[in-house]
């Protein structure tokens, strides 16, 4: 088996569910978020765009159901013994095999969380479960159980996220030489990426976000390249990723001489991270740092230039997204505590002057101060 963690390590994570299954008065758990069947067992795939499901039952076991293109990933990459195959066919009906397999299970009648809110169940097979399961079971949406676990991270995920930190900070060693007038996004790109695979990284869970000139200002990564300009600002976001776990890194490069509305926007930019930064700390919510960042930027008269969130949790995730809950939001009650990975972005898109400006990493939350994961400072960077 290809496992990244020992076995006490998954058997302590096992635990930790079945705790928290207990307290929740679960017979059993129907996992279908990709990170969840990742972080509890190892299992490692693409695969769960169709559909699949890990059981999980109170007394520990657990049970597979996936396609047989995924027979040998969960053999070789996970702890999981026993795995069932539903035929792909027409007409077939993974959810009815399901029942079945729960109803061998034992699980008749049972009270039973289900993992709805995940790209890893899409709604027509969400509503086949429903179909089948209604009257089976008491189905529980306990899609934020597994989730919340895996908010806090154990010491050994901890050191693949700061690995994730380093592979970050050689994706920027490599993209920063080849920055400048005539430039072409995609050989940046290419360094930026091959940087970590050759470091023994992973593939990101989203693409990295590359654009220049008008398209600095978007959040998003699209189709189509092109070459830098003598004078333009370069917007990049991207994430180391080791064994799927992620640190995201979030920059506004300039190339030639920054503009006044640049020098200004980065200024709030850094003074809404730093105090970002400052809430980031027991005692205080993940809405109490959305706060002080919205509060730095409204005072710099910024309100209509900033987004509606300032970050999020990261860890282990799959495509389509590395962004993990909790996110920094208004008034999200999710407290702060030690041992959670967090990416917070400073983003300032000023459509009026055209003018974009971006400013993120990610950080270890502590007792005390958090520590970014890179080495790179806040500096603007003008090449």
Known sequence: MALHFDEAEYENRKKRLLDAMAAEKLGAMLLFAQESMYWLTGYDTFGFCFFQCLVVRADGEMRLMTRSADLRQARQTSTIKDIVIWIDREGANPARELKDMLDDMDLLGARIGVEYQTHGL???????????????????????LVAGLRAVKSEAEIACARRAGELADLALDAALPLIGPDADEGAILAAMQGAIFEAGGDYPGNEFIIGSGRDALLCRYKSGRRRLSANDQLTLEWAGAWRHYHAAMMRTVIVGAPGERHLQLHAAAREALEAVEAAMRPGKTFGDVYDAHARVLDAAELTRHRLNACGYSLGARFTPSWMDTPMFFAQNSQPVVPGMILFAHMIIMDSETETAMTLGRTYLTTEGDPQPLSRHGLELIVL
């Open 122 to 144: 899409t709604a027509a097979n969400g509503r086949r479960i429903d179909e089948q399961l209604s009257s089976f079971g008491d189905l529980i949406d306990a899609s934020g």
